[in-house]
């Protein structure tokens, strides 16, 4: 069955640092989202991503952030200089199409936990 | 802004039934879908409502009424394998897409 991946599966950073969080979409999925959970809390919306370019973002998704999809299969994260509170497990998910009527759930890579010191 | 609540944690006996009500307040309502989360895990997809009415997924079933702003997550013939976080998550109509999250529900099943 076909999943999303996700590199590393845990990062440690120290505070100011840029990191990049790396993630392969399912391979026939046009939508690419970025989601956070700290932990003990909820998940959270970051960021997503529609024919090479962000279709919507969150307010935790400021300056220090920015997506991109260098390739026709990564998709990846950025954190330009590393906060303490950015640490965190990053979750990937990718969807096949919009969702209207229809499901087109989003499926949620493994994760990369990051820590930032 | 969204406004997702569910209880924070449940617990129920190998076997039993357990429901997991989930209320939301939103705007450009477009679907609402149940994942379950193990500890350390990615979230996976269990269920989705859109229209009003039941939804029956084998063990798994999910309810949705719209006017009211509800809908529960049944669980039936509880396995030890069930013990999770079961989250609820609403789809906006807006172009992106996202999902936002109610803060999850934590069923331990005991023996």
């Known amino acids: 069955e076909p999943e999303v991946t996700q590199t590393p599966s845990h990062q440690v950073t120290q505070m100011g640092q840029e990191v990049i969080l790396r993630c392969v979409p399912i391979?026939?999925?046009?939508?690419f989202y970025w989601y956070r959970q700290i932990l003990g809390q909820k998940v959270e919306f970051l960021v997503s991503?529609?024919?090479?370019?962000?279709?919507?973002k969150s307010e935790i998704f400021d300056d220090q952030f920015s997506v991109e999809r260098p390739d026709g299969s990564n998709f990846t994260l950025k954190i330009r200089s590393t906060k303490l509170e950015d640490s965190a497990m990053y979750f990937c998910?990718?969807?096949?199409?919009?969702?209207?009527?229809?499901?087109?759930?989003?499926?949620f890579g493994p994760g990369t936990r990051l820590t930032v010191t | 802004g969204q406004n997702i609540d569910q209880p924070t944690e449940m617990t129920a006996t190998e076997g039993a039934i357990v429901q997991i009500n989930c209320t939301y307040q939103?705007?450009?309502?477009?679907?609402l879908f149940w994942y379950q989360q193990h500890a350390g895990e990615a979230p996976t997809f269990l269920s989705y409502?859109?229209?009003?009415g039941l939804e029956e997924k084998g063990r798994f079933s999910s309810f949705l009424s719209r006017s009211k702003g509800y809908s529960y997550l049944l669980l039936k013939e509880l396995q030890m394998k069930d013990s999770a976080s079961y989250l609820c998550?609403?789809?906006?109509?807006?172009?992106?897409?996202?999902?936002?999250f109610g803060g999850g529900t934590r069923v331990l099943v005991k023996p």
């Open positions: 998910a990718s969807s096949e199409r919009l969702g209207t009527s229809d499901i087109y759930e989003q499926y």
């Open positions: 391979s026939n999925h046009l939508y």
């Open positions: 991503f529609y024919n090479n370019e962000i279709s919507e």
């Open positions: 939103t705007s450009g309502f477009n679907g």
């Open positions: 409502n859109v229209l009003d």
């Open positions: 998550a609403v789809r906006e109509g807006a172009a992106g897409n996202k999902l936002t």
